[in-house]
């Protein structure tokens, strides 16, 4: 998978060998010191901007170097000595501020065309579903209440920001079919993961958010533990692996615990295609995320089309700020455009899914809502 900015630039300086080498450079001009040259140092900036973190260049590029890690150091060195813009303050807040947002749904909806002023733009909107009133609804129990739940049958949902806030209709889905299967679903309370800080350079926060969340985690140690969002699931094994020296306790996703417990799926034969466009970084850290999918939805007898995708230019926030509008465009025209159409095209990235709205209007949808449809009938689900 070919690093995305370089695709959509031609620019040798946005691929991960030209990188690499701009920041060799800065390492032995003294970079970390403020000691590298001005100019010379703004060019790197430049060219680290334009990195998405999808992390292709770390296990599917020849050069296997980390770009993402080192760009966040060196944004870490860089923001010692430069202001850093109102929209990075805003990114850094984001998770801590959420809860306070959905209490406030209809200010921050109304905010959101504001956000063009601090370099932001297309933010999504926090719908009206109350996920606590559907979860207790439902009778889907929350971890820290009086309940205990049994190791044997639960399965935890460790919320994420994104889907928690602005996709909570999927994180009950996700509950819905693991009751579906025969397990008793709970929900972990809502904590920052930190990612946004380790994509901004805030490292030294990032450590103590995902010190936090590590231990509250570890507290639930001896539960199946299940993330939807590939990007933050992920992060608790690759990115707090190198903050803290250690892997928090493992988080599945969705599709791992699925194939864990395929014999539960009801064997089906009612025919059906459906297309799957796998997250970047999923694709890149968990390369047979896709055929564990591809296993779930043949038991169910539906035939899963997988085309080949790179990055689809969103990357978490990187889209959503309006210096990279135009690239983060012809990212999607390039690798995304033409396969989003057609019925039951499903993405696992919220990112994704933003993008896919925001380029060519059409809202795709994840492939835990897909098996919900499935297992549930319009007489069973209410």
């Known amino acids: 998978m070919m690093c995305p ?19 060799r450079e800065w390492l032995r001009q003294g970079g970390p ?12 900036k430049a060219a680290l901007d334009g990195c998405l973190s999808c992390r292709a260049c770390a296990r599917a590029c020849p050069v296997q170097v980390d770009v993402p890690s080192f760009r966040a150091r060196f944004l870490e060195a860089w923001h010692r000595r430069h202001r850093r813009p109102l929209a ?31 370099g932001l733009h297309h933010l999504p909107k926090i719908p009206a579903l109350n996920l606590r009133a559907e979860l207790r609804r439902h009778g889907i129990s929350t971890l820290g ?28 889905d996700l509950a819905l079919v693991i009751r579906a299967l025969g397990h008793e679903p709970w929900v972990a309370p809502f904590r920052p993961s930190g990612k946004p800080l380790h994509v901004l350079g805030r490292l030294a926060a990032f450590r103590k958010t995902a010190a936090r969340q590590a231990q509250a985690l570890e507290r639930m140690a001896g539960l199946v533990l299940v993330g939807i969002e590939p990007a933050v699931t992920l992060a ?63 038991r169910l007898g539906v035939t899963l089309e997988r085309p ?14 309006l210096r990279n509008a135009e690239i983060s465009a012809r990212i999607f025209s390039h690798s995304w455009a033409d396969k989003v159409q057609g019925p039951d095209v499903l993405a696992t990235g919220f990112s994704c899914r933003c993008q896919a709205q925001l380029q060519a209007g059409i809202a795709l949808r994840h492939p835990i809502s897909f098996l919900r449809d499935r297992l549930y009938s319009d007489e069973k689900l209410t």
Not at 12 to 21: D, M, T
Not at 36 to 44: G, I, K, L
Not at 89 to 107: G, K, V, W
Not at 308 to 321: D, F, L, V
């Open 88 to 118: 990075d303050h805003a990114l850094a807040r984001l998770e801590p501020l959420l809860p306070l947002a959905e209490r406030l749904r209809p200010i921050f909806n109304a905010a959101g065309p504001l956000a063009r002023v601090i």
């Open 236 to 298: 608790y094994g690759d990115e707090y692996r190198e903050a803290l020296g250690r892997r928090a306790p493992p988080v599945l996703l969705p599709q791992e615990w699925l194939a864990a417990v395929i014999d539960r799926i009801p064997e089906g034969n009612a025919g059906g295609r459906a297309t799957l466009l796998t997250h970047c970084t999923e694709q890149t850290l968990r390369p047979g995320a896709p055929d564990a999918w591809a296993q779930v939805f043949a």
């Open 5 to 23: 900015s370089y695709k959509a630039t031609g620019d040798r300086r946005h691929s991960p060998k030209g990188r690499a080498g701009l920041v």
């Open 33 to 44: 010191d403020g000691r590298a040259e001005p100019a010379f140092e703004a060019e790197v």
């Open 308 to 321: 080949r995708t790179g990055c689809c230019g969103m990357a978490g926030t990187w889209g959503h700020e």
């Open 145 to 172: 209440t009086a309940a205990r739940p049994d190791p044997a049958r639960a399965v935890v949902i460790v919320p994420d920001a994104f889907t928690r806030f602005f996709e909570p209709a999927l994180l009950l």
